[in-house]
Nanobody, 122 residues
């Protein structure tokens, strides 16, 4: 299984960025996909999750600003980040979870991408 996240970069506060994560080696539609982020010295933090059928769930910090979506035909999950803030600066990771239960702990996700850095300047 491979998950490859890309689309990170530098953006000014208030701007937008879209992250993508391409998956291979798994039955993509059977997995819920999540986005997490991590800054140095802190634990990996849940951002958003989408089930195989498209039901979404967000962390409070992402609600109203970020949109998670997926294209099962392309084996790809997206994170549209809008109205970004400096505190959104982190390495963003995509992950796959075979459970149908909404789970936000990084420890239960089965597969992980390599991460993509998002830097938001004020």
């Amino acid at each position: 299984v491979q998950l490859q996240a890309f689309g990170g970069g530098s953006v000014q506060a208030g701007g937008s960025l879209r992250l993508s994560c391409a998956a291979s080696g798994l039955t993509f539609s059977s997995y819920a996909m999540g986005w997490f982020r991590q800054v140095p010295g802190k634990e990996r933090e849940f951002v958003a999750r989408i089930s195989g059928s498209g039901t979404t769930y967000y962390a409070d910090t992402a609600k109203g600003r970020f949109i998670i979506s997926r294209d099962n035909a392309k084996n790809t999950v997206y994170l549209q980040m809008n109205t970004v803030k400096p505190e959104d600066t982190a390495v963003y990771y995509c992950a796959a979870d075979s459970s149908g239960v909404v789970r936000t702990s990084a420890y239960v996700y089965h597969f992980w991408g390599q991460g993509t850095l998002v830097t938001v300047s004020s």
